[in-house]
């Protein structure tokens, strides 16, 4: 397909009408692409080298860090942020149980349970509030040492 094309430069257009937006990955706007127009693989690596030439196209390195920030702030664990990344068709990195995860959890868990403490919790209260960190994908380790903490203060 020629870059003039009346084709392109529509399809460019609904490109650019997805990323105002937000930042999409190149996987994402693909996938949205698909859904409104149709396109070989060729026409749109022309798309996306003529995004990323202009600035349209946040950089992959960028856009994980950035998710990474808003997802730890909503208290989503590594193993969570991980899954999202790859669907996202974002580049995988080592996240670890630094100091970043364990203040997003001890953050959700305050904000969860409503109390810095666990003294007074049944042991059915206590078993809810891992589950719910286990589905915000903290890992297990980070869990019991944080039911520890909890327990001891």
Request: with cysteine.
């Amino acid at each position: 397909m020629d870059l003039n094309s009346k084709e392109f430069l529509e399809m460019r257009e609904k490109a650019l009408r997805i990323l105002a937006r937000r930042d999409h990955s190149v996987l994402e706007l693909r996938l949205k692409l698909k859904q409104k127009v149709s396109f070989d693989s060729e026409t749109f690596k022309n798309l996306v080298n003529q995004l990323k030439d202009n600035g349209y196209l946040a950089e992959d390195s960028e856009l994980v860090n950035c998710y990474i920030q808003k997802w730890r702030k909503e208290g989503r664990g590594r193993q969570w942020i991980s899954s999202k990344l790859r669907l996202k068709g974002l580049p995988q990195i080592g996240l670890q149980d630094d100091l970043d995860e364990i203040a997003s959890a001890r953050r959700y868990l305050e904000k969860k349970t409503g109390a810095s403490t666990f003294r007074g919790f049944s042991q059915v209260k206590r078993t809810k509030v891992a589950n719910a960190l286990v589905r915000r994908g903290f890992t297990t380790n980070l869990i019991l040492a944080l039911i520890k903490e909890k327990n001891q203060e």
